[in-house]
């Protein structure tokens, strides 16, 4: 039987990011932002952009394929493929999408991106919850927004709540996943909220937007944009940079995950159960393996549990194992969102998670860590489906 | 138990059904004070909320049954910071999900009634209370709860 695996096939070649803006602040429009991230991925990468033959996203992200294709003057273009769900649950299944039309001959050059421009199109949370600006609501959403359980925060408090209940976790192990956050931040020049430290009195005296969550649990809303450049692993050793290996690749859901009204069987739960195993067995490594992490953070209990869906730690032992000494590269057994992630580099619907992921790889992260033969991507927890990525040097494979 | 006086301000979004009528049983039900829930007339599997199919044997349209609206805090939020313009001068306020035990553990949200600065204990046993909005432009109902 032929292998079915991404792994070691696929390499991401180039990285490319704008500026990082708060949102609304952007100079320019969001499908500029889109190309001045691929051409920067592709400089990167030191290949021509004209090579591009594919382009894989997320979320509905708003700069299609044939627009992006017509406007680089792309020779032809093959792979288009756009992940189903919103947040930031797509932000690794986009880069396994694109992987497999490379893997199989569909494309040779693929684009994964994510551009978003809150300034231009409205602001996300705000935007998906458009229903609280109008006289009704119906489906998924009836059975919360006239109960005021409307914007993110509010859909998902609840699953962490329970969990927090059920595992006897404190508010002190969500404060250590938003100050490891912070703390990366402030070696991070891209970031929005480089200069701008948080530590325990400004996380605990800080407003609660709905408990358990504080402001500081909670992602930032942001404008830029950022790509990576997918090729196969043979091809990838002509480019300018060391190739990362894709590892291993996963996306999906649990049992009924995302039932209305709240009814999810796994309720206190990132939504990794089922994910999470099939992402280490396509890698052949296990969460002792993995140096780094970089997980989504819509909110730092989304994390929690996504930590614990992925083996690092058991649930019952998340307070010892979430302190912030844990958490961050200098010297941390498990460094988390290393260059400030979404809750203080920018909120770029998790895709900078990608590009930060490769630079640890590489070794060239504002904040370092020694084992980098391995790195986790988390995408979307909470959410269905999620996705998660995991990346490798040359060594991991 | 109902309530003419609405926990949140007027001016939310009234639920109305899909287009294509999936839910309209359960929001019809609500203004009677009856509180349905599918249940698999083949199988007998409890689901909420509504499908067209039933999740475990695949039939059809399954039924829909009238269930005691009582329950136990599965889990709850409160909330502080208001994203509608009608709670600006609302918060906190309380949301709690509850699981009806004797419904197969279907589980609602509702807002808890009273004081929104209460302790909330997960496993506190609740009752339903209707909460008719007759002077919204399509009227409508919801379903809140109490403590027992």
Not at chain 1, 114 to 135: P, V
Not at chain 1, 233 to 255: D, F
Not at chain 2, 28 to 39: D, F, I, P
């Amino acid at each position: 039987m032929i292998s079915r695996t991404l792994r070691g096939k696929v390499a991401i070649v180039g990285i490319g990011e704008t500026a990082y803006y708060k949102h609304g602040q952007s100079p320019d429009p969001e499908f500029k932002l889109a190309l001045k991230a691929i051409l920067a991925a592709c400089e990167d990468a030191g290949i021509d952009p004209h090579s591009i033959d594919g382009f894989a996203s997320y979320s509905e992200d708003r700069s299609d394929a044939t627009r992006l294709a017509v406007a680089l003057g792309l020779p032809r273009l093959r792979s288009a493929t756009m992940q189903w769900g919103g947040g930031g649950g797509g932000c690794c299944a986009a880069v396994a999408n694109g992987a497999a039309a490379v893997a199989t001959g569909q494309a040779d050059c693929v684009v994964v991106f994510r551009s978003l421009a809150q300034g231009q199109h409205g602001r996300f949370g705000q935007a998906a919850g458009a229903g609280a600006a109008a006289a009704t609501v119906a489906g998924e959403r009836s059975y919360l927004v006239p109960y005021g359980v409307i914007s993110p925060p509010q859909r998902f408090a609840m699953r962490v709540q329970r969990y927090m209940h059920d595992n006897g976790v404190s508010q002190d192990a969500l404060r250590a996943i938003a100050m490891a956050s912070y703390h990366h931040a402030q070696n991070n020049p891209r970031a929005v909220m480089y200069g701008k430290p948080l530590d325990a009195a400004k996380y605990d005296a800080s407003r609660w937007i709905v408990e358990p969550f504080h402001l500081f649990d909670c992602c930032m809303e942001n404008d830029g944009a950022a790509a990576v450049v997918l090729m196969d692993a043979e091809r990838a050793q002509a480019c300018a940079q060391e190739p990362v290996y894709l590892l291993g690749a996963a996306a999906g859901s649990g049992p009924r995950f995302g039932t209305h009204g709240h009814n999810s069987p796994e309720y206190g739960s990132a939504n990794f159960g089922t994910v999470a195993p099939d992402l280490y067995r396509m890698a052949e490594v296990g969460p002792k393996d993995v140096g780094v992490v970089q997980a989504y953070e819509n909110f730092t209990g989304g994390v929690l549990m996504a930590l614990a869906e992925h083996g690092f730690f058991k649930p019952e032992e998340a307070n010892d194992f979430l302190v912030t000494a844990n958490l961050i590269a200098q010297g941390g057994r498990l460094p988390l969102n290393t260059s400030g992630g979404n809750l203080a580099e920018c909120y770029m619907h998790g895709f900078e998670l990608v590009l930060e992921a490769v630079r640890q790889v590489r070794g060239t992260s504002t904040n370092q860590v020694e084992r980098n033969d391995v790195a986790l991507v988390v995408g979307g927890p909470m959410v269905s489906p999620v996705s998660n990525l995991l990346l490798g040097s040359r060594a991991a494979l | 138990m109902s309530s003419e006086t609405s926990y949140l301000p007027a001016g939310l979004p009234a639920p109305v059904p899909e287009a294509d009528g999936l839910s309209a049983i359960y929001w019809k039900g609500l203004q009677q004070e009856h509180l349905l829930v599918q249940r698999c007339a083949h199988c007998g599997v409890w689901q909420f909320g509504p499908e067209w199919i039933c999740h475990r044997c695949h039939v059809f349209d399954p039924a829909w049954v009238e269930v005691a609206a009582l329950g136990c805090i599965y889990s709850w939020e409160r909330v502080w910071h208001p994203v509608h313009p009608v709670l600006k001068e609302r918060c906190p306020y309380l949301a709690v999900l509850v699981e009806l035990p004797h419904a197969g553990h279907v589980r609602m949200v509702g807002n808890l009634l009273g004081d929104p600065l209460q302790e909330v204990r997960i496993g506190a046993e609740v009752e339903g209370v209707y909460e008719h909005h007759p002077q919204s432009s399509l009227p409508y109902s919801l379903l809140q709860w109490q403590l027992r």
